[in-house]
């Protein structure tokens, strides 16, 4: 079975444009998370769509947007980009069977954007 | 508050055990975890353990959790190079989202 697959794997930005990274959650898996990992750090959370409703959101600015497609697939958008932005975002998804094990995330390769 | 703690390196020889310490803030976490980053790569998720138990074993793993002292550790036998990689603990928090510590850099020497 596939894992969850991410597109593109590396994005060059320069500061102010914006950028739209993708992602396909494991087949069945009806939940996709965000997080966003900087450098040196662990993951940091930023989003959680569940059956297209945004189930849960970080500590990030309203530059950051995501949405959840009837097919489960999602997409993180950023606004206005800046340099510290630069990192390696991760999707995640898990089945999400409200609550439990079935929460347990699985990540896909990430995406690397590197902000000019 | 929602924190994890973590040694950032560790360096062991090959054919050793190596063990990764892990404290977290968050005493209602049900499920904790240990993901696996090799350079360049996302997380692979090791092993799990649920908040009820002191300790699981998978294989080479071998998970212990104190649940008073808010310990959890990751012992890794027979140590192999290919085990080189940076580990995070992990808790479940709210139900839904996963909180990460910086990560514990495992280098195994030949």
């Known amino acids: 079975d596939a894992g969850v697959t991410q597109s593109p794997t590396h994005l060059i930005k320069t500061r102010g444009q914006h950028v739209t990274l993708r992602c396909s959650p494991i087949s069945g898996h009806k939940s996709v998370s965000w997080y966003q990992q900087v450098l040196g750090q662990g993951p940091q959370f930023i989003f959680q769509y569940y059956e297209k409703e945004e189930r849960g959101r970080g500590n990030f600015p309203d530059r950051f947007s995501a949405r959840q497609f009837p097919n489960y697939s999602s997409e993180l958008n950023v606004n206005a980009l800046l340099l510290g932005d630069s990192a390696l975002y991760l999707c995640a998804s898990s089945l999400a069977t409200g609550g439990g094990i079935g929460e347990t995330q699985y990540f896909g390769p990430g995406t690397r954007l590197l902000v000019l | 508050g929602e924190d994890v703690e973590q040694s950032l390196f560790l360096s062991v020889r090959e054919g050793d055990s190596s063990v990764i310490n892990c404290t977290y803030t968050d005493s209602s976490s049900t499920y904790l975890y240990w993901y696996k980053q090799e350079p360049g790569a996302g997380l692979q998720l090791l092993t799990y353990?649920?908040?009820?138990?002191d300790m699981k074993q998978d294989q080479r793993l071998t998970v212990l959790l104190n649940k008073k002292d808010k310990h959890l550790s990751l012992r890794i036998a027979d140590t192999q190079t290919g085990d080189s990689a940076i580990y995070f603990c992990a808790f479940l928090l709210g139900g839904f989202k996963t909180i990460f510590g910086a990560g514990t850099r495992l280098f195994v020497k030949a």
């Open positions: 353990i649920f908040s009820n138990m």
